[in-house]
């Protein structure tokens, strides 16, 4: 299944067509820790800048499945491709790196559809899982996927549902202009 | 119905519950015509960027329907937003921008399932059409999409069918480490 939706992801549409994602599972015990310990260190930091209620509520989140979930999956952009001519990210570099996030998100619903979870890590220091994890240099780690059959649904956003954030009515707004 | 769309792309996933996307319908004949502007410029110098059949198959193509379509959207990132309090970016910043992206992804296939097309246009000078719509400084361009029923409906990506590229296996292979 996890090669299915690698494939389903792969249709996702990529500026100039560069098709620039790139998907490594993390198998490996080793590199498995590694990630882990960056998680730690990361995470360790985070919760040092908040205070108050917001450093106790913090504490307490499940911010992560690392440990938990079966499939690790780190999505990368390969920034020196060739593929799609440079076509569309002359005045806007950065949608090769979007095309990645495109990507992710067709391969987050068409989990959903067949009742896998995702979490999207972003708790983790960059650098350290590109070099943990032995790919080529030219390729930036856009995303870190936990996947697995998750041990419950819900519908609601759990930061909502914990009361860390409430919905933001600017995010629905539509201005005219 | 584009309304609803938005309504739907509010729900995509965002990095802490951040929902920093703010959506802009671009309807004023004026700023309709600072846009196509930027885009010509780019497009001219995207044009001259290419030599011999390249820039004779790019003169040819279609690369935005701005005359055509009947809706503008243009989508920001909010780059000062305070909702979710930060979390999950302090290493990874650009999950901010990321998270707009997995909106449009959204607001994308809510779209095609109701058989409207969208076209998402980078070849624009950002700051020009940050400045012709006059929204708030920290707002960041981060996609404008031509919104419309399609003449016509192709499983094929375009630039595919006109032997711009071809499918890059990368993008399908699974790595694993």
């Known amino acids: 299944m996890v090669e299915e939706l690698v494939a389903l992801a792969s249709l996702a549409p990529s500026v100039g067509y560069s098709q620039p994602c790139r998907f490594v599972r993390v198998d490996d015990p080793e590199r498995r820790a590694s990630v882990i310990e960056s998680y730690q260190r990361a995470n360790r930091a985070a919760l040092a800048s908040y205070q108050g209620a917001d450093a106790d509520l913090y504490s307490r989140l499940k911010l992560a499945g690392l440990r938990e979930s079966p499939v690790h ?21 950065q949608t090769l790196q979007y095309s990645v996030v495109m990507a992710i998100c067709i391969l987050w619903i068409a989990a959903r559809a067949r009742g896998v979870g995702v979490g999207w890590v972003s ?12 790919v080529p240099e030219s390729w930036e780690l856009i995303g870190y996927l936990c996947v697995g059959y998750p041990l419950s649904d819900d519908d609601k956003p759990a930061l909502m549902r914990v009361g860390w954030e409430k919905c933001d009515p600017r995010a629905t707004t539509l201005l005219v202009r």
Chains 1, 2 share one sequence.
Not at 78 to 86: E, P
Not at 123 to 134: F, G, H, K, N, S
């Open 123 to 134: 708790i983790l220091e960059p650098e350290m899982v590109t070099r943990a994890l032995e």
């Open 73 to 93: 999956l780190a999505v990368f952009c390969d920034r020196t491709t060739s593929t799609g001519k440079g076509l569309g990210r002359q005045t806007m570099p």
